[in-house]
């Protein structure tokens, strides 16, 4: 856990100066910076240099910048994971696996198929390699190849013509993932500068690039319509065995642009061996750590609070920093999401898939205890739950009925525990429209509660994404894999906190300060 002063007089404040300089027209110039909050704050302090009213220079994002060059729309894991199964059955066709097979190790190979993309590796090459060295393996266990080791590598050898097939059909929808987005791009930025030959490019922040970012760069740099400025330190530069400045170090010593113009290297620093004041302190647990935090802060007055940042380098840690927060603390700006596989509605929609895969139409006792006892049902339910509680264990039930729940509720309660509990074993999609209509009457309950009320709705809307998928691909026919789907989309799900970027204490993840500089 680090606590920092936020003090933005640093590398944006260089970076501004050094622009105003050298053009005439900032309005036809683009900043390109590796996160929208940077962008954020280079905008405001831009807004403190330049007195006069005049139209805003653009100031885009990485994935921003690929978006203008390709004009392609990115896909998300999910939608790119169903491309690929149409893909991979186009391609082995009658030997394809069905999509509950498939959708164990396809993420895997997506995952590959953008690296390769992002490092411009040539997939023939790469694929056919790949197999031949699968092929050697094989041949030297044994000489004679059983039927499953005859398909393992013919799949090695179809790689190729499922990733040309896949590709191609994204690109005639001008659709990407990242990797595509990437290869695409690099592709097509010397055309772009061509095209856009009244604008000026300033490249801020960037570190460790991927293959397709360098060749991004060093076409910009060429073109000689913009610059790109790194933050980086003497100290790390010139250090042949430092890791940070690793990278940034290879592409001094490296990049045709930098070896024909040395001087045109921007910007290297000397801060980093100013003397600082620098407090450890030891603390165990994460609990333990937030708490801390805590208390620090309470020794900061309205202005100190303003120019702070509290930086996490693990998201588990935001929750218990919120309820760490002293009371003299009134307002903060959240920059890192709070994941939904985290919330209390992710451990109820698991009671709810456990209750949809029981076997038997009957409902096991410790699901329905487990229901129950969640705080969420509690605060829908009336009281008559724990008395149902108290009939299972008295009794010594095991199996209950469905219509034995429902005699100890009120009527007005049986359409919600109808849309939780009813089984739908055969059809996916009326589970799914259930689940939507008791996140709705969990959503109506909750207005005195926020922050489940976000929780609840952010369920609500994955499930409606859910429904679509079940509506365009025929193929999630069972409940066990639109869980497994439920769990893809899933982990890469947060809650995002609203709040603004300026004169309040900070709350951020490690990657969120970069381009920004701290003071203490």
């Not at 060429?222 to 042949?240: N, R, T």
């Not at 939904?340 to 205890?369: G, H, M, R, S, W």
């Not at 009320?453 to 859910?466: D, P, W």
Request: hydrophobic share 40%; with cysteine; aromatic share 14%.
């Amino acid at each position: 856990m680090l606590k920092k002063q936020l003090i933005m007089s640093g590398f944006i404040n260089q970076c501004i100066a050094y622009v105003l300089a050298k053009e005439t027209e900032i309005s036809s110039c683009v900043f390109i910076l590796p996160s929208k909050r940077a962008g954020n704050f280079l905008k405001k302090e831009l807004a403190k240099e330049i007195p006069d009213t005049l139209y805003a220079p653009e100031v885009w994002s990485i994935e921003e910048f690929l978006h203008e060059i390709t004009a392609m729309q990115e896909l998300s894991s999910t939608q790119a994971l169903f491309k690929l199964y149409e893909a991979y059955c186009s391609v082995v066709k009658k030997e394809a696996e069905a999509f509950d097979v498939f959708i164990t190790w396809g993420q895997t190979l997506l995952h590959d198929f953008n690296e390769i993309d992002r490092y411009l590796i040539n997939p023939e090459e790469f694929f056919t390699y790949l197999s031949n060295i699968q092929d050697i393996n094989h041949w030297a266990l044994t000489s004679n190849k059983t039927t499953l080791v005859k398909k393992y590598l013919e799949f090695w050898k179809q790689l190729p013509a499922i990733y040309n097939v896949f590709t191609t059909n994204l690109l005639k929808e001008k659709l990407a993932y990242q990797g595509l987005m990437y290869r695409q791009a690099a592709a097509k930025c010397a055309h772009f500068f061509k095209e856009n030959k009244e604008k000026r490019f300033y490249v801020i922040g960037f570190n460790a690039l991927n293959d397709a970012e360098q060749q991004l760069f060093q076409t910009l740099l060429a073109s000689e319509q913009g610059d790109v400025l790194w933050d980086i330190d003497k100290a790390f530069l010139e250090d042949p065995y430092h890791d940070a400045g690793l990278f940034i170090r290879k592409y001094k010593n490296t990049w045709a642009y930098y070896q024909r113009y040395p001087d045109r290297f921007k910007f290297i620093d000397s801060s980093y061996k100013n003397t600082k004041d620098i407090k450890i302190y030891e603390v165990s647990k994460n609990v333990g750590q937030a708490k801390q935090v805590g208390e620090i802060l309470t020794k900061f007055d309205a202005e100190q609070l303003a120019n702070t940042a509290v930086v996490m380098n693990d998201e588990s840690l935001l929750t218990p920093m919120l309820n760490a927060l002293p009371e003299n603390i009134t307002e903060v700006n959240i920059t890192m999401g709070l994941p939904l596989v985290e919330t209390p509605i992710a451990a109820l929609i698991e009671i709810l898939f456990d209750i949809q895969q029981e076997k038997k139409d009957t409902y096991y006792y410790k699901n329905i205890v487990a229901f129950l006892h969640h705080p969420i049902i509690q605060r829908k339910l009336s009281s008559a739950g724990d008395k149902l509680i108290k009939e299972i264990q008295e009794e010594n039930l095991v199996f209950i009925e469905l219509s034995t729940v429902l005699e100890f509720f009120e009527p007005e309660e049986h359409p919600f525990l109808n849309f939780c509990l009813r089984k739908n074993r055969s059809s996916p999609k009326q589970f799914i429209q259930h689940l939507t209509e008791a996140l709705l009457a969990l959503k109506d309950s909750l207005s005195d509660a926020p922050v489940l009320k976000e929780y609840v709705f952010q369920f609500y809307q994955l499930f409606n994404q859910l429904l679509v998928l079940t509506e365009q691909y025929p193929y999630l026919d069972t409940i066990p894999l639109v869980r497994l789907m439920y769990k893809e989309q899933l982990q890469s799900l947060s809650v995002d906190f609203k709040g603004s970027p300026y004169g309040n204490l900070q709350l951020m993840g490690m990657l969120e300060t970069r381009v920004l500089d701290y003071e203490n």
